[in-house]
């Protein structure tokens, strides 16, 4: 029986998000049976277990460092004095990457795998490579280009680079050229070339099985409306709704209707806000027939978002890949992108050049952005349309099989 690793960096919920859906359609490529054992940590160590509870004792606690928190996505001042001071509970950088290899190692050396598949963790390339297990990297990273502000990332750049580096293949979970939405995050050296397959975006093949609508599908229909997406980890999150209320608050948006989704399961979240300024349950809204102008909603069904993303007119996200992929590929409608990192920015800067999105930063911005879209939106479709005919989805099926490849030239 094979024995494979999967190492999810817990920094986001984009990692974790491809590994399951990866996960779903490796045993259609591997014909033998294997075994597969996570490491992570935090939000991600925590939906691992709720997600395999029979399976505990192949989920592995390792503690990767990750950036500290800051008020608006992770803190550059705080992880810098982390490298070598504790901040916030956490040891000093140094020591976290030394316990943390330890861990890993310990790991490696415990279940002898056969492949490991690193998503977004680097040293796990560093200790397969030593031991020499094939491992692949999956990434929509690898040298981001940075802005002025940021050029003193460039060393850490490029230490991180020369790690995936080690990785035997590394798949880009993005459409091969031109086509690569993440191509100013990428920037691949000539050593690494040979190593890398543009697999394509990790979108769920999975058919949602239609049930009765919601009362929130029943609410919208017949609306025109922006979807505003808030994702990531907590800061993040919070960073983007920050942003985000910045712009409700602006007299131009008193008749622009908007759906938030907060992506945290909480139902208190759940409600509507009236032109009338009074705020509702969504029920309550439906049955009284409320003029509405915000909907907030803590975690939409599949049904539910496949509902939103099909009837709204526009998307506002922070620039995450995984979030950019299914919008401006799998449903063809334009984004606002309001960023929290230079990934970000540099994700919304190459859509903004295709005429898929605009970039925006300030509240005046996005509202400018807005009626941009608007006022150009055949233009905008026109875009979306030939940019959704070369969109490789099927980054998950691609990954599986070059996995199952990998098994056998092993052998």
């Not at 491809?18 to 939000?43: G, P, Q, T, W």
Request: charged letters at 25%; a positive charge; aromatic letters at 10%.
């Amino acid at each position: 029986m094979y024995k494979i690793g999967e190492f999810i960096y817990p920094w986001g919920s984009g990692h974790y998000s491809r590994m399951m859906r990866l996960n779903c359609v490796l045993a259609d490529h591997i014909k033998e049976d294997f075994e597969i054992h996570y490491a992570s940590k935090d939000h991600v160590y925590k939906k691992l277990k709720e997600k395999f509870p029979n399976n505990r004792k192949q989920i592995h606690e390792i503690l990767m460092p990750t950036p500290i928190d800051g008020k608006f996505g992770p803190s550059i001042s705080l992880s810098m004095i982390n490298l070598l001071l504790p901040i916030s509970q956490n040891p000093p950088l140094v020591k976290q990457i030394a316990s943390y290899l330890r861990q890993e190692r310990k790991l490696y050396d415990t279940e002898k795998f056969d492949l490991v598949i690193n998503d977004g963790d680097m040293g796990s390339n560093i200790l397969a490579k030593n031991r020499n297990i094939p491992s692949l990297f999956i990434t929509n990273q690898f040298m981001p280009k940075l802005y002025k502000s940021r050029s003193y990332f460039y060393p850490a750049l490029n230490f991180i680079a020369k790690q995936i580096a080690k990785a035997s293949k590394i798949l880009v979970a993005d459409s091969p050229p031109p086509y690569t939405l993440c191509e100013y995050n990428l920037n691949f050296t000539k050593e690494v070339k040979s190593k890398v397959k543009y697999v394509g975006h990790f979108i769920s093949s999975k058919e949602i099985y239609k049930k009765s609508s919601s009362d929130l599908e029943k609410l919208i229909q017949n609306s025109e409306f922006g979807y505003w997406m808030r994702t990531g980890n907590k800061s993040t999150n919070d960073g983007t709704g920050q942003r985000y209320e910045d712009v409700f608050h602006d007299e131009q948006m008193k008749n622009e209707k908007r759906i938030v989704s907060h992506a945290r399961n909480n139902s208190s979240i759940d409600s509507v806000i009236g032109k009338d300024g009074k705020k509702y349950l969504v029920s309550d809204a439906l049955e009284k027939k409320i003029d509405w102008i915000q909907i907030d909603i803590g975690f939409l069904s599949e049904q539910e978002k496949e509902t939103v993303l099909n009837l709204c007119k526009y998307s506002v996200v922070n620039g995450s890949h995984t979030v950019m992929g299914e919008i401006l590929g799998g449903k063809s409608k334009p984004v606002i992108g309001i960023p929290i990192y230079d990934e970000h920015t540099n994700n919304i800067k190459w859509a903004e050049e295709k005429n898929l999105g605009v970039l925006a930063i300030k509240p005046k911005q996005v509202i400018k952005a807005i009626s941009k879209i608007k006022d150009n939106y055949n233009k905008f479709e026109e875009n979306l349309i030939e940019f959704s005919k070369n969109f490789t989805p099927n980054g998950a099926e691609n990954s599986a099989r070059i996995s199952a490849e990998t098994l056998e030239e092993k052998r």
